[in-house]
């Protein structure tokens, strides 16, 4: 056999290409490693402006005109400027931090990113899908020492209301700007403690931050009277693989569940936790790559974690040369779960699940460990 | 994302799983590769889903990545790689040996050629992407889709693989 022409290599082509059967689309795993992305974009994006703030504060020059003031724990004032309810060139929040002037842009131009200079974010109206008519998504992102809130709110929604851990009340009126409604607020690190919204004249509903690096993410929002999960935080798996030590902690409280990795961290709402097994006995959910610490290069092995059914007491993953790993898991918020870190090969081939006999309860397939 | 656009990124990924899947299969020849790879292209394209749903040609965007994932996954584990001489079972192996062999035979030339040859022989012969969208999927100027392409025929023609690697 050999390919003489074109025609011949296309027919050849057609015949071995279109015969691969691939598996079913996998859009649960790929939705939840698209997140994971959106949310590594977030860090990156505040630890990029957090280097460059580092390095204005080596250069004198630059800081003559861009000092950041040091702001103590509760020693600070913010403002937010009335805007009315068509943005001005884009720009979806304004007021003061101290004595500097703060303001969030959102220009069509701009796509799905966000760019910051101090006290400056400008984010793409793209960047945060829609809302339904009386929701809020708050998107968080930091650089230096301020954190910014920014995100689209539903047509019903009034206002949102932004309260400080100094006392102080921000009150955010929603302005219209690429086709959308949007709040915006900027204060300094850990200052943001809770967000209202508001229909009407009515609380519709209200969201406590989990902290994220200083900056407050906004996942789970509950009803008033409605007390969310208690808080509470649990190891749920460490070690050390090829040298690299990893852990993942998840955090429960009224913000949902938010696992936190040597690298990273995923956020998941209470209400969509019960949904992360969708009739599985072991879900793994969320997954980063494991970093060296000292270069950052990026490992091949995988942290991740796992949702197991209230039945399973551990898992044993079985890989391709043989070799089994067991991993126990933990009550954590009213779920299971479970930490793991496994290299990127030999592969996972199997998962078996046990309950707290010893009995198998599921000798399942290998789909969704490692990312 | 809200439910509406999830669900639009649903259908969005059925209709073009397959697709991807196996161009990646003609990247890399082998399926679970293949799988990552596409799962890869479709989980940046939630991540911006915004922007590629809007994009003129989001097949492109998600052609580009499995290229380049692709690519970035020879430069990560070039070292620790072993090519083995065995070609990757084919899932959908139900057809005779003779014309098993023969498919084997090819998946194992193109793997011989140099990566960018493959790619531009894959997407322009298989996918039948014209010069100018496999540039465009290439990162590349057309006049390199050319030789790429026609270097890569060239080799094929007189692959010793596909020679020796099944019937005449």
Redo the contacts between chains.
């Keep these: 056999?050999?390919?003489?022409d074109?025609h011949e290599?296309?027919a050849?082509?057609?015949?071995?290409?279109?015969?691969?059967?691939?598996?079913?689309?996998?859009?649960t795993?790929?939705?939840r490693?698209?997140?994971?992305?959106?949310m590594r974009?977030w860090i990156s994006v505040a630890a990029g402006i957090a280097v460059i703030v580092a390095g204005a504060a080596l250069i004198p020059g630059f800081l003559q005109t861009h000092r950041v003031a040091p702001i103590s724990q509760l020693h600070y004032k913010v403002t937010v400027t009335p805007l009315g309810t068509n943005a001005k060139g884009g720009v979806v929040g304004a007021g003061t931090i101290g004595t500097k002037r703060w303001r969030v842009v959102v220009n069509r131009s701009q796509?799905?990113g966000c760019t910051s200079q101090l006290y400056l974010l400008t984010c793409?109206s793209?960047?945060i899908?829609?809302?339904?008519p009386r929701e809020v998504s708050l998107d968080s992102a930091s650089a230096g020492g301020t954190q910014y809130e920014l995100g689209p709110v539903g047509a019903d929604v009034t206002r949102v209301v932004i309260q400080l851990s100094n006392g102080t009340v921000l009150s955010l009126r929603p302005v219209s700007a690429g086709g959308k409604r949007w709040v915006a607020v900027a204060a300094p690190l850990r200052a943001i403690t809770r967000a209202v919204s508001y229909v009407g004249q009515s609380e519709y509903q209200y969201a406590i931050p989990f902290d994220t690096n200083g900056a407050a993410g906004f996942i789970t929002w509950l009803r008033p009277g409605q007390a969310g999960l208690p808080v509470a935080s649990r190891s749920v798996g460490s070690g050390e693989l090829d040298g690299v030590s990893w852990h993942a902690v998840v955090h429960t409280g009224p913000w949902g569940y938010c696992a936190v990795f040597s690298d990273g961290s995923t956020c998941v709402p209470a209400s969509s936790a019960s949904q992360l097994l969708a009739g599985r006995v072991v879900a793994p959910f969320t997954c980063s790559r494991l970093y060296k610490s000292s270069s950052r290069k990026?490992m091949?092995a995988s942290s991740g974690i796992a949702a197991v059914a209230p039945d399973v007491k551990d898992v044993v993953l079985q890989f391709a040369d043989g070799g089994r790993l067991r991993i126990a898991a933990v009550s954590v918020g009213g779920i299971r779960m479970l930490g793991y870190a496994i290299p990127p090969r030999p592969?996972v081939v199997r998962t078996l699940a046990y309950g707290v006999h010893g009995q198998l309860l599921q000798s399942g397939s290998a789909a969704g460990w490692g990312c | 994302?809200?439910a509406?656009?999830?669900a639009e990124?649903?259908d969005f990924?059925?209709g073009r799983?397959?697709q991807l899947?196996?161009?990646g299969?003609?990247l890399t020849g082998d399926?679970?590769l293949?799988?990552d790879l596409?799962?890869?292209a479709?989980?940046?394209?939630?991540?911006?889903?915004?922007?590629v749903r809007?994009a003129d040609n989001p097949d492109a965007y998600l052609r580009r990545v499995v290229v380049n994932a692709n690519r970035s996954r020879f430069r990560?584990?070039r070292v620790g790689e072993v090519l083995t001489e065995t070609v990757p079972d084919?899932?959908?192996a139900t057809?005779g040996t003779d014309q098993r062999h023969?498919?084997d035979?090819?998946?194992g030339a193109l793997m011989e050629l140099p990566y960018g040859q493959r790619a531009a022989?894959?997407l322009r012969?298989?996918l039948?992407l014209t010069e100018t969208e496999t540039a465009l999927v290439l990162g590349c100027s057309v006049g390199n889709v050319k030789s790429q392409a026609s270097r890569g025929?060239t080799k094929?023609?007189?692959?010793p693989v596909?020679?020796e690697?099944?019937?005449?």
């Design positions: 056999m050999s390919v003489q074109e290599l296309r050849r082509l057609g015949a071995l290409l279109d015969g691969i059967e691939p598996r079913p689309a996998p859009v795993r790929v939705v490693r698209g997140r994971g992305i959106r974009r796509g799905g793409g793209a960047y899908g829609s809302v339904g990026a091949e592969k | 994302m809200d509406t656009a999830d990124f649903s990924m059925h799983w397959s899947v196996r161009l299969y003609g399926l679970q293949a799988e596409a799962q890869t479709f989980a940046r394209a939630y991540a911006s889903w915004a922007r809007r990560k584990v084919l899932v959908a057809d023969t498919r035979a090819l998946v022989v894959v012969y298989w039948d025929l094929l023609r007189t692959s596909l020679l690697g099944g019937p005449a």
